[in-house]
């Protein structure tokens, strides 16, 4: 059998070898190609990409900083595990308190340009149609940009910024998504943003308690409730 070239393959091109060793990697962590908690061999994964262990090491850098790969000294990298059920606890503690006050004060200070920004952001994706992440990337980075926007119009900076450092979307879609999560998500966060869009406080608060509560409770967590 002939040996395929790298494009026949897939594999990144070279003019944009970075981003595109970052985004192979990143599906592998994601579709658990490569395992929670798995070694991460940077020579190894070179020469499955087909490229040399420069481009593999900043990937794995910027991984690290999204919290999805981690380096330990003498030790080299390894995939980060998957929320605990007592990690997962807390951060949809966390989000229940910050994400509905967010949304009630972006209601309360709503502009011109912020309705228009809404209405792009919503504009700006379309259900995923695979339970992959290939398919549900564009979804994730959305949910990300959506909610990093809610908490900007809500004028509080350092809100919008701890939301921001949980890198909390990237970890629940890691933990589990099917095809059906992203309609529904789509809605609810149509939902929230007609209520910013209006100008209702109380019903931007009460739609982003409903988001977060039917998105972690019920979508997510019985992926612990099976086990």
């Not at 970052?22 to 658990?32: G, P, Q, S, T, V």
């Not at 940077?42 to 420069?54: K, M």
């Not at 059920?85 to 308190?97: I, K, M, P, T, V």
């Not at 949980?166 to 099917?178: G, K, N």
Request: charged share 25%.
């Amino acid at each position: 059998m002939p040996e395929l070239s790298a494009a026949e393959l897939g594999l990144p091109r070279r003019h944009v070898l970075s981003d595109e060793v970052h985004e192979r990697i990143k599906a592998m962590l994601m579709d658990h190609a490569i395992a929670p908690g798995a070694r991460i061999s940077i020579d190894g994964l070179a020469r499955q990409l087909g490229v040399s262990p420069t481009p593999v090491r900043e990937a794995l850098a910027r991984l690290e900083s999204e919290q999805l790969a981690v380096k330990s000294p003498l030790k080299g990298y390894r995939a980060t595990e998957l929320l605990t059920l007592q990690e997962f606890d807390d951060l949809f503690q966390f989000r229940r308190l910050i994400e509905p006050w967010a949304a009630r004060n972006a209601a309360q200070r709503i502009d011109d340009e912020g309705r228009r920004a809404l209405r792009a952001e919503l504009c700006s994706v379309t259900p995923p149609k695979k339970a992959t992440y290939g398919s549900y990337k564009a979804l994730t980075a959305h949910d990300s940009r959506f909610h990093s926007m809610v908490a900007r119009l809500s004028g509080s900076e350092q809100v919008r910024v701890a939301l921001e450092r949980t890198h909390c979307h990237l970890h629940i879609f890691r933990l589990y998504y099917t095809r059906e999560t992203g309609p529904d998500t789509l809605a609810e966060h149509r939902a929230i943003a007609d209520a910013i869009i209006a100008g209702d406080a109380e019903a931007a608060e009460a739609a982003m308690v409903s988001h977060i509560e039917t998105a972690m409770l019920q979508r997510l967590r019985q992926v612990y409730d099976q086990d």
